[in-house]
């Protein structure tokens, strides 16, 4: 059936350092996918999205990277600070397009 | 300026009763979503409407009925409330079916 899943529940990193999240999904006809971000408290934000016909995306601070060979994405940020801990979700477009399934999130520590 | 709110952000109630959450988003945007989000924070589509028609209706308890007077409202009615209702409710939008949702702040249900 249709999956998005994150390899790492919590990842820790140390300030500055790069941070690179990653997410597996099973279906491939899925044509968009996109990052979120979720602090306490708070509802998910959008970070950067990736449409299917290409592998690399680059905003502020953050890149996703989509492999369709092997069904991956990730989300790598640059110069981690304290502010960019969270829980990060992939989510990609299934059902026709009409729906968002999100995967079961990362949680990003960052240590001072 | 609020581009997705929701209210009340926390509601605490007694199993059994009847409550509604209220959406509203000022985006023009043309389609609405509820998700719940549950202790491990894995999130999950409910309902979504396309210009007040309901166009996702995913496997959820008759007890939750939204509704969507126009478009830039969409409100969840909750009937008998049960413990496992205990969640986190978020409201969502995206211009059009197949876009990036943005979400609202969350209504945090605690069943009693």
């Known amino acids: 059936g249709e999956s998005v899943g994150l390899h790492l529940p919590t990842l820790s990193v140390q300030e500055g350092d790069n941070s690179i999240i990653n997410c597996a999904y099973s279906?491939?006809?899925?044509?968009?996918f996109i990052w979120y971000k979720q602090e306490s408290g708070k509802g998910p934000q959008f970070i950067i999205d990736?449409?299917?016909?290409?592998d690399k995306r680059q905003g502020q601070r953050v890149t996703v990277l989509l492999n369709k060979t092997v069904k991956h994405l990730s989300l790598q940020i640059a110069a981690t600070q304290p502010g960019d801990s969270a829980v990060y979700f992939c989510?990609?477009?299934?059902?026709?397009?009409?729906?968002?399934?999100f995967g079961t999130g990362t949680q990003l520590k960052v240590e001072l | 300026d609020t581009a997705v709110s929701q209210t009340p952000k926390y509601l605490v109630t007694q199993m059994g009763n009847d409550k509604s959450i209220k959406c509203e988003q000022n985006?023009?945007?043309?389609?609405m979503y509820w998700y719940k989000q549950d202790s491990k924070k894995f999130l999950k589509i409910m309902f979504s409407?396309?210009?007040?028609?309901?166009?996702i209706n995913e496997t959820v308890p008759n007890r939750f009925s939204p509704k969507s007077p126009d478009k830039a409202h969409l409100n969840l009615h909750i009937n008998s409330l049960e413990l496992g209702d205990s969640a986190v409710y978020f409201c969502?939008?995206?211009?059009?079916?197949?876009?990036?949702?943005?979400f609202g702040p969350g209504t945090r249900l605690l069943v009693l």
């Open positions: 989510a990609e477009y299934t059902g026709g397009g009409n729906k968002l399934t």
């Open positions: 990736i449409r299917s016909n290409m």
């Open positions: 969502a939008s995206s211009r059009l079916a197949s876009e990036t949702q943005y």
């Open positions: 279906n491939s006809a899925s044509d968009y």
């Open positions: 985006l023009g945007h043309d389609t």
């Open positions: 409407y396309n210009n007040k028609e309901l166009i």
